[in-house]
C-alpha cells in the first residue's frame, strides 16, 4: 500500500524535551458516524464491517496492541451479519482480555444539543443490553467526542450509567483555548443542581487537536500516522492501495516520526496537570486496515521508547481504561464545574454552530413522534403481557416490532442525525426507517386492541350500519387526563358515543385547507395508561343531540401592516376561562393576552421575520446545515394579513394567513391559534392554560432563515431560560461578542423555554426541537425552518448545504401566567404535548369491545404531578441479574441459546422538580411500587438497577475523585428500598426490573 497523498492538519513542533518522564497512552479507535454523508449500508459495505474484522486479527496477533470500540450499530450489524463464530469467539476472548474495550456502549454517539433525554437513555440501553447479554461487560467511560456542544444532563446520564470518566471535545474554540492555557481541561462535572456530588462524574476536554491523530509531517510532504489512508465510496480498491496512505515507518523514517510524535505528547502534556498523556490515534473512518496501522505504529512505539531517557517520554498501547486507571491512581486534586453546560458551541468567531438546533424540521418532528408512539406502546405491550400470558402466539412477534422502532429511533439520535446535519439520502434513510418502524409498532398496538377483543366479558354486536366507525384512544401518561383529540371526517354529520352509550362533546369545523372535509375535535376523558372505546356515526347533529357543536368560520378583510399608525384601537377579544386574546382588527395581529386568573394584563405580539444569509464564501461566513451566520437582524416578509376566526362551543381557532402584498393570492406563512372551553363537568387542568399554536412555513426563498418572534412588556433584560435535553434548565444571559452575536445568542430548545419578570412568566413548549433566542428585552424568538445552499466546497463535496424545500407544520404552546401557577404546571404540560394519546380508528367486525374505559386498570395508574413514569417496558434481554451467574452463563453458552426474556419489566421513574424550584412540588415523594402497578398484575420481586439495566444498584460503586471543593457531609445516596415503597427525590431517575405474578 504505496499510494501517497497529502492531507493536513494543524500542528506545533516542540523540539525540546522536559526532565519528567511523560507517559503516553496510544488509544487506536476508529470515528465510524452512524450515517452522516453515506448511508448505514454504503458505510457498512465500504469501510465499516472490514474495521472490526481487521481490528480483530490484528489484536489477536499481537497481545499488546489495544482498541476502542465506540457506536454499537455497526459493531452489530457486522456481529449479526458479517462475523464467523472463529471471529465471535476471538471477540469474547479479546473482551475479556481487555483489550478491544466498548466505549459508551450505546447503538451511537447521540447528539447533546436537540435529543430528548427518554430518547438518550433509550439508545444507551439499547447498546448496553446487547453488550452486557453478549459479553458480560458493562461500559464505564464515554467518548463524546464529535457532538457539536455539551449538555449538562449527558454526565448524569452517564453517571447514573456506572461511568467513571467523561470524555468531550467540542466546546467553545476561545473557552478551550483559555483552559489549555490554564490546565483546566479535566474537572468533575457536578451536572445536575439537584443531585450535585451524588451523581459528578470526572470529566476530561480533549485538547485542540480533538479525536484525530494531527498528521503534519515537518519531514514529508504526505499526511503522518494514518497509514491505511482514507476510506473510499462506493467500493473499496480492488489493489487495497487507498488515498492518502502515509509514508511508512522505515529505517529512514523512524526517527523522523518519533521526533514529531514526541514533540506532540509534549505539546500535549503541557496542557494538563498530569504526566499521563491521553494520545487518539484514529479519525473519520480509520482502521479499515488494521494490519498495516498496527505494523507501522509498533516499530515506533518500540523506537521511543529505547530511547525513552531521551525523549522523556514511554508510549504504550491503551484503552480508556487504562488510562483513566493510571489517572486516578495519581490522587489529584481536581476543580469542580457546576451544571452550566457548553452550549452553544462556536469554532471560530463566524462559525456558530446554532444552526443545527433547527435543521431538517421534517425529521425532527417525525422523530418526536417515534419516540412518543414507542413510548405508548411499550407500555400496552407490558400490560398484555403480564395480563395474558396465554397469549404467547404475539409475544415474540410483538417484541420484534418493538425493537424494530427502537433500533430505528436509537439511529436517528446520532449526532449526524438528528442534528439534521447529515446529506439529503441519509435524511431519507432515518426517516424511512423510523416510518417502518412507526407503522410496526401501530399494527402491534392495533393487533393487541383485537386480541383483547377475545377476553371482553361483555359484549354487544356491532352495529351493521355502514357509516359506523370504532375508535380506540390510549393514554400513555401515568397521570389522569381531559384533553381534546382531532380526527378526520368527510362531513360535519357526527356523533360520538362513549362504551356507555353516553354522546361524547365534540366540535366540528372545516378544514382550512380543504373544502371537501372537516376536522372533529374530541374531548375524552382517560385514566393513566389505559384506554377507551368509542362508537363514530354518521348522523343528524341537530335531533336529539346536545354534544356535538359547529365551528362556524367568520372571515375578516386582509390588512396592510404599514398602514396603521395608531394601533390597538379595535380590538377583538377570543377567550377561555383563562385568557382573554385581544386580536387588533386594523392589522389582524395579536395585541394583547389577559391572564384572567391574576387579572394582569400584557402586551403581546407576533411576527414572522427571516433572517437572509449568505451563501457565497467570497462575500463572508455562510450558513450551512450546522452553521447559523446572519448578514444582520431578521426583517418581516409580510406586508399584509388575513384573519379567519372560527367560534364554536368547545374551541376557538383564529387563522392568519401571512401575504407578501395586499395583491398576493397565496400566503407566505399560516399562524392557527386555538383556545380551549372545557363543559362542566370536566377537568380542565391540562386545557385551559395552553394557548395551541401550530405554523405553516414553506417552501422557503433560498438562504432564508425563518423565525417568528412574540414581543412582550415583560422586562427580562434579554435573558431566556432553555431546557437541556427536557431534563434541566439553563439561564442564558444575553452575550454581546465582536462577531456573530445574533447567532452566539441562540440556543436549543428540546422541549421547552420561556422568559419572566418578577411577576409572570411566558413559558414556551415544543412538539420538537428548535433554536430560541432572546434577541431584545421581553422578546423571545424561534427559528422553525431553513432553506440554504452555499458554494463551500466541503459542503458541496458532501451534499450538506441544507436545500431543503419542505413544508413544515411545527407546533407551540403558549402559558402565560404567574409563575406560582406555571411552576406547577409547566412540566405536565410538556409532558403532555410530548406523549398527546394515540388514536387508533377502524372498522370492527364480529363483537365489539364493550367498552369499559379503565379496563387496563380499574383506577388507572397514577401518579403524583411531580413524578413522570418514564418507562414501562419489556427489554426482551436474557441476562441474570446475578452478575457472577450471568458470567458463567455465558461460559457455558446459555444465553446465546435462549428465548427473550417475557417476565423482567424495566421501570424507570422520574422527579421533575429541581431541589428548592416549588415548596410542594419540589418535595420527596414517597411511593408503594406494589400498589402503584396492582391492576398491571400482583409484583413479586423489586430490583434497583443503573439506569440502562446492567448494574445492580447495590454493587455498582463509581470512582470517587479528589476535588478542590469539602465534600458536603450529607450524602444524597437513594434510601433502601422497603416493602416495595420508594421515595424519589428531586430529579432523581430510579430504575427498576419489575416481576409479576404471571401465573
Known sequence: MKTLNFLCFSFL????????????????????????????????HAYAANVYTTVVEELIAEPRRRFIAVEQEFFRLWWDTVATNKQKKQVQYLVKEKRLEFIIGGQVMHD???????????????????????????????????????????????????????????????????????????????GSPSLSEQQEIFTYVLDQYSYCTPSYLPFSDRSGFYWNGIAVFPDPPKDGCYPNMSLPVSSETVKHYAETMVANIKQRASWFKS????????????????????????????????????????????????????????????????????????????????????????????????????????????????????????????????????????????????TGTESPK???????????????????????????????????????????????????????????????????????????????????????????SYIAYVLVSLKGLSYATYTIKSGNTTVHNTSTYIGNVVGFERQMLKKVKNRGKKLLPVMN????????????????????????????????????????????PISDNYLFTTN???????????????????????????????????????????????????????????????????????????????????????TIFTDNNGYQLQKRIYKTFVNNTVARNYYPMVRMAYIEDEQSRLVLLADRSHGVSSQDNGQVEVMLHRRLWNNQEWDLGYNLTLNDTSVVTPVLWLMLGSKSVLKALYQKYGLALEHRPVVMI??????????????????????????????LSIPGW?????????????????????????????????????????????????????????????????????????WDSNSLIRWTWRTNQAKHKESRQHAEMEDFIVTIKPKEIRTFFAYFDMQ
Open 13 to 44: 513542533f516542540v523540539s525540546s524535551y522536559g526532565d519528567d518522564l511523560i507517559r503516553a497512552y496510544v488509544v487506536p479507535h476508529s470515528h465510524m458516524d452512524v450515517g452522516w454523508v453515506y448511508t448505514v449500508q454504503e458505510s457498512m
Open 275 to 418: 504526566s499521563h498523556v491521553l494520545w487518539p490515534w484514529g479519525c473519520d473512518k480509520q482502521f479499515f486496515n488494521a494490519s498495516v496501522q498496527f505494523e507501522n505504529m509498533d516499530p515506533l512505539i518500540d523506537y521511543i521508547n529505547k530511547f525513552s531517557d531521551f525523549f522523556g517520554v514511554t508510549v504504550q498501547y491503551a484503552t480508556l481504561s487504562d488510562y483513566f486507571q493510571a489517572l486516578y491512581h495519581q490522587n489529584l486534586h481536581w476543580d469542580v464545574r457546576n451544571d452550566q453546560d457548553f452550549l452553544p458551541y462556536s469554532s471560530d468567531p463566524f462559525q456558530a454552530w446554532t444552526g443545527f438546533y433547527t435543521s431538517r424540521s421534517v425529521l425532527k418532528g417525525i422523530a418526536r413522534r417515534a419516540s412518543s408512539l414507542l413510548h405508548a406502546g411499550e407500555s400496552l405491550f407490558t400490560w398484555f403481557v403480564i395480563k395474558y400470558p396465554s397469549g404467547a402466539p404475539y409475544r415474540a412477534w410483538g417484541l420484534q416490532q418493538l425493537r424494530q422502532l427502537r433500533w430505528a429511533l436509537s439511529e436517528v439520535q446520532h449526532h449526524d442525525g438528528i
Open 577 to 620: 376561562s383563562c385568557y382573554t386574546l385581544m386580536f387588533d382588527q386594523d392589522t389582524n395581529l395579536l395585541h394583547s393576552i389577559m391572564d384572567r386568573q391574576a387579572n394582569r394584563t400584557m402586551k403581546v405580539s407576533q411576527q414572522f421575520l427571516e433572517y437572509h444569509v449568505n451563501g457565497d464564501v467570497k462575500q463572508g
Open 632 to 718: 444582520g437582524s431578521a426583517g418581516p416578509v409580510s406586508e399584509s394579513v388575513g384573519m379567519e376566526i372560527v367560534a364554536g362551543k368547545l374551541i376557538t381557532e383564529v387563522r392568519q394567513y401571512f401575504y407578501s402584498d395586499q395583491k398576493a393570492k397565496d400566503y407566505q406563512y399560516v399562524l392557527y391559534t386555538r383556545i380551549y372551553n372545557v363543559p362542566e363537568g370536566y377537568d380542565a387542568e391540562l386545557l385551559c392554560h395552553r394557548i395551541e399554536q401550530e405554523y405553516v412555513v414553506g417552501p422557503l426563498d433560498l438562504n432564508r432563515e425563518s423565525v417568528v418572534r412574540t414581543s412582550t412588556d415583560l422586562a427580562t433584560n434579554k
Open 426 to 516: 441519509v435524511s431519507d434513510m432515518y426517516i424511512s426507517h423510523l416510518q417502518e418502524g412507526i407503522y410496526a409498532v401501530k399494527k402491534l398496538m392495533a393487533m393487541l386492541f383485537l386480541h383483547m377483543n377475545d377476553y371482553r366479558k361483555n359484549l354487544q354486536q356491532v352495529s351493521s350500519e355502514s357509516n359506523v366507525r370504532h375508535m380506540v384512544v390510549y393514554n400513555p401518561l401515568a397521570w389522569n387526563i381531559t384533553t381534546f383529540i382531532n380526527i378526520t371526517w368527510p362531513d360535519s354529520s357526527i356523533l360520538i358515543y362513549d362504551d356507555d352509550g353516553n354522546l361524547v362533546p365534540v366540535q366540528v369545523q372545516k378544514e382550512s385547507n380543504s373544502s371537501s
Open 842 to 871: 377502524g372498522s370492527l367486525t364480529g363483537n365489539k369491545m364493550k367498552s369499559q374505559q379503565n379496563y387496563i386498570a380499574d383506577d388507572g395508574v397514577t401518579l403524583p404531578t411531580n413524578l413522570h413514569l418514564q418507562t
Open 112 to 190: 447533546e444539543a436537540v435529543t430528548e433525554l427518554n430518547d438518550q437513555i433509550l439508545q444507551l440501553t439499547e447498546g448496553h443490553g446487547f453488550l452486557y447479554e453478549t459479553f458480560g461487560v458493562r461500559p464505564q467511560f464515554s467518548w463524546h467526542v464529535d457532538p457539536f456542544g455539551a449538555s449538562a444532563t449527558t454526565p448524569t446520564v452517564f453517571a447514573l450509567a456506572g461511568f467513571n470518566a467523561h470524555i468531550i471535545s467540542r466546546i467553545d474554540y476561545d473557552l478551550k483555548e483559555d483552559m489549555q492555557k490554564n490546565k483546566m481541561l479535566q474537572f468533575v462535572w457536578r
Open 878 to 950: 436474557n441476562y441474570n441479574s446475578n452478575h457472577s451467574q450471568h458470567l458463567e452463563d455465558i461460559q457455558k453458552g446459555k444465553v446465546h441459546q435462549a428465548d427473550p426474556d417475557f417476565h423482567r419489566v424495566l421501570l424507570r421513574i422520574t422527579h421533575l422538580y429541581e431541589a428548592g424550584e416549588d415548596p410542594v412540588l419540589s418535595q420527596a415523594v414517597r411511593v408503594n411500587l406494589k400498589s402503584l402497578l396492582l391492576r398491571f398484575g400482583t409484583l413479586t420481586a423489586v430490583e434497583e438497577r443503573s439506569i440502562t439495566g446492567i
